[in-house]
């Protein structure tokens, strides 16, 4: 009877192990989803930030030869 116990223990720390591993490569994927999702994060405010920089450079050059200021200005 204390075989059947050891082997049942045994078992159980597999299991726990088994279950600590899935839950170290979950935390490790959702690590990796929420850096992914901050690079893209900041690579939509930098294409932001630029196409804004260029809208206003075309419209400040535009206007260099119109009377009217930017709208921004």
Do not use: C
Not at 9 to 17: I, L, N, P
Not at 19 to 36: G, H, N
Not at 50 to 69: I, K, S, V, Y
């Amino acid at each position: 009877m204390g075989m059947g116990h050891d082997s049942k223990g045994m078992g159980m720390s597999e299991h726990q192990d088994d279950a600590a591993s899935e839950r170290q490569e979950i935390a490790a994927r959702v690590a990796s989803f929420k850096a992914t999702q901050r690079k893209f994060q900041r690579e939509r405010e930098e294409y932001f930030v630029a196409t804004l920089e260029n809208a206003r450079q075309a419209e400040n050059a535009r206007h260099t030869f119109d009377e009217e200021p930017p709208l921004w200005s």
